[in-house]
């Protein structure tokens, strides 16, 4: 199974400053199609997932232009331009290549300073 | 607009049975393989299975093999997710998803607690 990573697993952050987490996984995700099915998820506090990022950099339909993906390969980075209060959550990155068994990062906590 | 609805959750013995449901509406469920998810108190995200358009290749996570079974009915628009002997490390939260075109895991539930404690 391919294993995910993510650092840090906890982010303190001051509102209005940029953030970022690094996901690595410990093979390519790239497919034989030429794409990497590596996703990025949002959990707010009390809620279900919410897939911000697919494919590495494509954002959702509704989803703030401050947050982007980037990364090919075996890392992966999400960021965050200008975190604001609403960004506050738990963020996990998934592998949607080498499956069964689709495999997630173990979260990295963001909250405020 | 996509709706998942998980139900089906509740409290069960150790070595017990619950059966699961998923009801899609806002999209046309047989273009869509789903995934089932699951969420440990406090822990992060686990996949558990899939199962694709037609409901006939199904997939399952090794911890859930053999006691999970994935399916679907295409004419309710409904994914279900009988789990039999039960036992606390199954307690959890579990989603049910659907994939994108081309992509995974775009739309979430809202979630179904099961709790296995005697």
């Known amino acids: 199974d391919v294993v995910m990573t993510q650092s840090p697993l906890s982010l303190p952050v001051t509102l209005g400053q940029p953030a970022s987490i690094s996901c690595r996984s410990n093979?390519?995700?790239?497919?034989?199609?030429?794409?990497?099915?590596l996703n990025w998820f949002q959990q707010r506090p009390g809620q279900s997932p919410r897939r911000l990022i697919y494919?590495?950099?494509n954002r959702d339909s509704g989803v703030p232009d401050r947050f982007s993906g980037s990364g090919s390969g075996t890392d992966f980075t999400l960021k965050i331009s200008r975190v604001e209060a609403e960004d506050v959550g738990m963020y996990y990155c998934?592998?949607?290549?080498?499956?069964?068994?689709?495999?997630f990062g173990p979260g990295t906590k963001v909250d405020i300073k | 607009q996509v709706w998942l609805v998980e139900s089906g959750g509740g409290l069960v013995k150790p070595g017990g049975s619950l059966r699961l449901s998923c009801a899609a509406s806002?999209?046309?469920?047989?273009?869509?393989?789903m995934s089932w998810i699951r969420q440990a108190p406090g822990k992060g995200l686990e996949w558990i299975s899939y199962?694709?358009?037609?409901?006939?290749?199904?997939y399952y996570a090794e911890s859930v093999k053999g006691r999970f079974t994935i399916s679907r009915d295409n004419a309710k628009n409904s994914l279900y997710l009988q789990m039999n002997s039960l036992t606390a490390e199954d307690t959890a939260v579990y989603y049910c998803?659907?994939?994108?075109?081309?992509?995974?895991?775009?739309?979430w539930g809202q979630g179904s607690l099961v709790t296995v404690s005697s």
């Open positions: 998803a659907r994939d994108g075109d081309g992509d995974h895991l775009d739309s």
């Open positions: 806002g999209f046309t469920f047989t273009d869509h393989y």
């Open positions: 199962i694709s358009s037609s409901g006939r290749y199904t």
């Open positions: 093979q390519s995700l790239v497919y034989s199609d030429g794409n990497a099915y």
């Open positions: 494919k590495v950099s």
């Open positions: 998934m592998q949607g290549t080498h499956w069964p068994p689709f495999t």
